[in-house]
């Protein structure tokens, strides 16, 4: 709106210019233009200082305003009577009380209607030559269409841009096809994921370090390794679920089905075992990881209304917690289930006995990767 009162602003300008210069007897019209002009440059303050309701109305009452004494002053023929429908257009666009804005808008269509059978026979005020008149025409069809086109296009981009924003805030929450389908549908999914892995990484030791970090450091250090972590999941097309702490969590086979969910989330897995190496805190300690994975059956969906959140819940979601826990710095722990699922020949395997909340002692797998052949020969 400021870029638009900006426009018109040099656009009077420069037809005062032209009035003085072809119109002998010019200054009625210079007169009634200033004074116009006077007002909307109120309606401007208006709405730069926040009073913008305030300020887009009064600019509107002044445009046609001043319109009606162009039209009195030098014919129906200058085209002045478009300013009526553009700003009754502009003023039903813009977002101030519907109530104030079509009463407004309304009563400007409603003298448009009236001039328009009474004055187009009325000889104006101030003899103007027809080429004069012609130009002003014109310069009114042109600048009518500039005042509303402007504005418009740049309603319409920021309008694109905010929701662009908008739909990636969404789906960075929850997934895009689930983003699509809250957005059109009722706002309730549900979703029975049959054939999925589940993911818990923690660090090890988060609290004592935290105690020993300023409040800016512990957010730092997490950012930037969680945002390491995101990178990593939007490259293969895993889904992270959410932080909790110190925590990340993070799942595959949502929400589409996919038959290497299990080795996708383990390679993902040794993809942060090796950003973590690379972290160091106080006298260069290092950063550590313990990740559980576990696969099986889900059920998933979005919950909330104002704070809404895609989640994960089941048995195999529990059980991928307890994995974590139990297992062991800088390795994965997985289920049975999970390595069944994994290309074995690649991978070192350790059995471990581990008791498991609820469900007894169980074999649970630590794995990590196989040195290469040669791989610290000299």
């Not at 010019?26 to 730069?48: D, N, Q």
């Not at 009073?51 to 319109?67: K, W």
């Not at 905010?162 to 929450?173: D, M, T, W």
Request: glycine share 10%; aromatic share 10%; hydrophobic share 50%.
């Amino acid at each position: 709106m400021q870029l638009g009162f900006i426009a018109g602003a040099f656009g009077l300008i420069a037809r005062d210019f032209f009035f003085i210069a072809t119109v002998d007897d010019w200054r009625p019209i210079i007169y009634s233009e200033l004074a116009f002009g006077a007002v909307v440059g109120i309606g401007f303050l208006l709405h730069t200082t926040g009073r913008a309701e305030s300020g887009v109305l009064l600019s509107c009452l002044a445009g046609v305003g001043s319109a009606t004494a162009f039209i009195f002053l030098i014919g129906w023929n200058g085209f002045f009577h478009l300013w009526y429908l553009n700003l009754g257009i502009l003023l039903i666009a813009v977002p101030i009380r519907a109530v104030i804005k079509w009463s407004v808008a309304v009563s400007f269509i409603v003298v448009y209607i009236i001039m328009f059978f009474t004055v187009p026979t009325i000889p104006p005020l101030v003899a103007v030559d027809l080429w004069v008149v012609q130009i002003i025409a014109i310069s009114n069809i042109t600048g009518s269409l500039f005042l509303l086109g402007l504005p418009m296009a740049m309603y319409s981009y920021f309008l694109v841009e905010e929701r662009i924003k908008s739909e990636r805030l969404l789906h960075n929450i929850i997934p895009r096809d689930l983003a699509n389908i809250l957005r059109e549908g009722d706002g309730v999914i549900a979703l029975t994921n049959p054939k999925v892995s589940i993911m818990f990484a923690d660090i090890v030791g988060f609290t004592p370090l935290s105690e020993k970090l300023s409040a800016r450091e512990v957010v730092d250090l997490l950012n930037n390794l969680f945002s390491e972590f995101d990178g990593v999941c939007t490259a293969e097309g895993i889904e992270k679920i959410k932080t909790i702490g110190d925590s990340y969590m993070a799942v595959t086979g949502i929400p589409h089905e996919r038959t290497d969910h299990a080795q996708a989330l383990v390679n993902v897995g040794f993809a942060f075992l090796r950003i973590v190496e690379h972290y160091r805190f106080g006298d260069g300690q290092r950063l550590a990881l313990r990740i559980g994975i576990n696969s099986g059956n889900a059920v998933s969906g979005v919950i909330g209304k104002s704070k809404f959140s895609f989640d994960i819940w089941g048995d195999s979601v529990n059980f991928a917690s307890r994995l974590e826990s139990s297992g062991r710095p800088g390795s994965i722990n997985v289920s049975k289930e999970t390595l069944e699922l994994l290309d074995q020949s690649v991978l070192d395997i350790e059995e471990q006995q581990v008791d498991i909340k609820g469900k007894g002692v169980l074999t649970t797998f630590l794995i990590s990767k196989k040195a290469a052949p040669g791989a610290g020969e000299i």
